[in-house]
């Protein structure tokens, strides 16, 4: 059988790739919206010239969602790769393609659907009757309670928390040796915890409209250099460990690649101290940017009228004693 496709001679499962298009589907319907709304404040802004500032902000919201839509469609691109058949069959005889496939998932999909700022496109994609009934289960106790749930895992601290026991939780070896044999198990448990505590994680660090961080730029700063320190230490946990620490690779005797078990566990381990610090070094260094940003523009504020007027009252005080 071809690697390229499973049994069924799908390169990406059916299931998963129907899923894919009514997930772009909503979202570009609701794009479209967001967008058309932007385009017409824009026009009628540019009618006058005196509101030719505010045309010009349309402007640049229209292309923020521009952009938007671009990363959307590149997160669904890598949750397709991290789903193809190469990619799952390779993943299951040898542990680097397992790695490239978690951090597909965690450091390419989460940040980039987080940056397009899915949750107003979906919205407003949904069909009408959608939305009210959607509307009207929020209004009850359980809408509230699902609120509540949901306000309780975004903050920073549980946030973090989720991403490190959940990835550490998952390369454990008796866990990741049951997710590795069990399908089910590992297509829509480890998988799904990855996506759910990394959009949590991400959501501290980005702001994705209408989310936005709870923390300031030290904060936020602080969030990423606890994920890249996780991930570096769990990465030297597994590449230096003696033997095998996964038995489904450990019992085979050469690899995908000629590479032996050890071998394999050693490569995977420097692609996630590696690579999958990446986009934690991207995100870190536009947080010390904009943070030092925020600090020179601070600097520049002039202070309160009240501490300027201070000097003079003093002078006339010392004259009249």
């Known amino acids: 059988m071809s ?27 609701g794009w ?30 229209w292309m923020r969602w521009l952009w938007r839509a671009i990363f959307f469609s590149g997160a669904i691109l890598a949750f397709l790769l991290a789903a193809s058949a190469l990619i799952d069959t390779l993943s299951d005889k040898s542990f680097w393609v397992h790695m490239v496939q978690h ?38 106790k359980v809408g509230r309670i699902f609120y509540r749930i949901g306000h309780w895992l975004r903050h920073p601290v549980i946030s973090c928390f989720l991403l490190v026991s959940g990835i550490w939780m998952w390369h454990w070896p008796a866990f990741y040796d049951f997710a590795l044999t069990h399908e089910t198990v590992h ?8 996506l759910i505590v990394s959009l949590l994680f991400w959501t501290q660090v980005i702001p994705s409209f209408p989310l936005s961080p709870r923390l300031g730029y030290l904060g936020r700063i602080g969030c990423v250099g606890i994920a890249m320190l996780q991930n570096v230490i769990l990465a030297v946990l597994i590449g230096f460990a003696q033997v095998p620490l996964y038995a489904p690779y450990a019992h085979q005797v050469v690899l995908a690649g000629g590479f032996s078990a050890l071998q394999d566990q050693q490569f995977g381990a420097g692609i996630m101290w590696t690579f999958g610090d990446v986009p934690f070094g991207i995100a870190l260094s536009m947080l010390v940017q904009k943070w030092l940003i925020s600090q020179s523009d601070e600097a520049k504020i002039p202070p309160p009228l009240s501490r300027i007027s201070e000097v003079p009252i003093l002078e006339q005080t010392e004259h009249t004693m």
Not at 35 to 52: P, W
Not at 118 to 139: D, E, F, S, T
């Open 3 to 29: 690697i390229w496709v499973d049994g069924n001679g799908w390169p990406v499962p059916p299931f998963i790739l129907l899923g894919c298009l009514a997930v772009e589907v909503l979202y570009f319907r």
């Open 32 to 61: 479209c919206v967001l967008v058309k709304d932007v385009q017409r404040k824009d026009t009628t802004g540019a009618i006058h010239f005196a509101e030719q500032s505010v045309a010009n902000a349309d402007g640049a919201e």
């Open 103 to 140: 951090l597909l998932v965690i450091v390419i999909m989460a940040p980039l659907l987080v940056v397009a700022a899915p949750l107003m496109p979906l919205w407003l994609g949904l069909p009408n009757r959608v939305r009210i009934w959607v509307m009207v289960v929020a209004q009850h």
């Open 187 to 194: 297509d829509w448990g480890e998988h799904t915890t990855f």
